[in-house]
């Protein structure tokens, strides 16, 4: 029963009641509710449900930790599973009509070829629209229906091109595909084929991008890529649900791949636009939703990005700077894509934002290396530049391990030294030192963190058992 210990304390500190408090609403001791808390006696039934009623929770919650309806949701995976084989079933069908299709196709008078194009889309949509009429609340039809008219909306563009022998590339059938999908998604609140709608939308933004450097082909798939954010933001109402989760993080995923893949194609300030996606993320957190983990993926990225831009800045690693200013179009725009992504995650974590200080003070050391790292590579700087980004990310690190020692987070103190020794290790490379010196200064840092972290640990458990022991009194 530590369980019910434990909540019975959680719910009273959530809902600002002292031990006194509570005793008075429940009739019983203060003493009472200390033992209760401490696990050394349980409240009988009579006194759960009355607990229940001032806390305004489910008895279920007191016992387990967790509503009831979070403990059908764990203990129920049977929707997920049922939407995993409607989606698997409906692709072997769809697959297995395409192959027996596409066999058959060479044998077929050309009348029949141009009426029979058109077939697979006309099947999907049937299936779908009878889906719409008769089974709209339920999720496996929903996708099952999504995927075969999808699967039929490939097979038809694929069946029009080899038929009226088109002049489109693979590239151009691809996108053709993605814009089919899209109506698919909307209209069956469908998230399986997302996925095949990212992926056509990269591969021929990447290809476009790559072939002309076109700051046009670059907004055109962000505003492209913008469509299934609009799905997903529709999505929101659901926050719980897998289908949600899905669709956020599939299109955090399409927005980093963006940026990622065409950087080979961008190039200046590449580092600083992920840096700038890596803290949007980070800023977007709310702390509110363990399923969406934004906060930690962001941290870590953002970390690494400053260590990287600071060790790519070192004059003994980078190669050259501009020799005269380089005004690239596509880099700036990108940029700017970036910065608005920046402050969008800062509207949507603005409250938790407001009351963590030293998180500000990351997210703004990190914007500061990231401006660095784009005014690095269109600026004639210099060497010099460098030594103005070292001390901006050590500053970075420093407010990671002030963070850590506040909130007594280890990841948090641990992700600040690591990078406070990357930056020690880069400005090292500056200095010839022998093979054994490396190992001297390595076993140091590495006792350093030894330390650090113990006094650490040690002065977070006697926080932790000064504040049992006032609860206790």
Not at 157 to 164: I, K, L, M, N, P
Not at 183 to 190: C, G, H, K, S
Not at 453 to 467: G, I, L, M, T
Request: with cysteine.
């Amino acid at each position: 029963m530590t369980k019910v210990a434990k909540t019975i304390k959680r719910l009273r500190v959530q809902n600002n009641l002292t031990q006194e408090a509570l005793a008075e609403k429940l009739h019983v001791t203060r003493q009472t509710v200390s033992g209760w808390e401490n696990n050394r006696t349980q409240p009988d039934v009579e006194t759960l449900d009355l607990l229940a009623t001032v806390f305004n929770v489910e008895i279920e919650e007191l016992i387990y930790g967790k509503s009831k309806k979070d403990l059908e949701k764990k203990t129920d995976p049977s929707k997920i599973l049922t939407v995993v084989f409607a989606i698997v079933g409906t692709l072997l069908l769809g697959g297995g009509l395409v192959i027996i299709f596409l066999n058959t196709w060479v044998n077929m008078p050309d009348m029949l070829l141009s009426v029979f194009s058109f077939l697979p889309m006309i099947t999907g949509q049937a299936i779908a629209f009878f889906v719409f009429a008769k089974r709209r609340d339920s999720m496996p039809w929903r996708e099952g229906a999504a995927v075969l008219w999808c699967a039929g909306c490939a097979a038809t563009v694929a069946a029009v091109d080899s038929v009226f022998a088109l002049t489109t590339n693979f590239y151009e059938c691809f996108i053709l595909d993605g814009l089919l999908f899209l109506p698919v998604i909307f209209l069956l609140d469908a998230v399986s084929p997302l996925v095949a709608y990212y992926a056509a939308v990269l591969t021929f933004g990447f290809n476009k991008i790559e072939a002309t450097e076109s700051v046009l082909w670059f907004f055109i798939t962000v505003l492209l890529l913008a469509a299934g954010v609009c799905f997903t933001w529709a999505k929101r109402r659901n926050s719980e649900e897998v289908r949600y989760i899905y669709c956020v993080w599939l299109t955090t995923i399409a927005f980093f791949v963006l940026f990622g893949v065409c950087g080979f194609a961008i190039e200046n300030g590449f580092m600083g636009m992920l840096s700038l996606l890596f803290l949007a993320l980070y800023m977007s957190d709310s702390g509110t939703n363990a399923s969406l983990p934004a906060g930690s993926m962001g941290l870590l990225g953002s970390s690494v990005m400053s260590v990287t831009v600071s060790i790519l800045l070192h004059p003994d690693l980078n190669g050259s700077y501009p020799s005269a200013f380089k005004f690239d179009k596509l880099a700036f725009f990108a940029f700017l894509i970036s910065s608005l992504c920046l402050v969008g995650g800062a509207l949507i974590g603005q409250k938790f934002l407001q009351k963590n200080r030293i998180k500000i003070s990351f997210c703004l050391f990190g914007i500061i290396v990231a401006l660095i790292s784009f005014a690095a590579d269109t600026l004639p700087l210099g060497d010099w530049l460098f030594f103005v980004v070292l001390p901006v990310s050590v500053a970075q690190s420093a407010s990671l391990i002030v963070l850590g020692a506040q909130s007594g987070r280890f990841v948090y103190l641990n992700l600040g030294m690591l990078m406070v020794v990357a930056l020690f290790v880069s400005v090292l490379l500056a200095f010839s030192l022998s093979i054994v010196e490396y190992g001297v200064v390595f076993v140091l840092i590495g006792a350093a963190v030894l330390i650090v972290n113990y006094r650490f640990s040690k002065s977070v458990k006697r926080k932790a058992a000064e504040s049992e022991v006032a609860e206790d009194e």
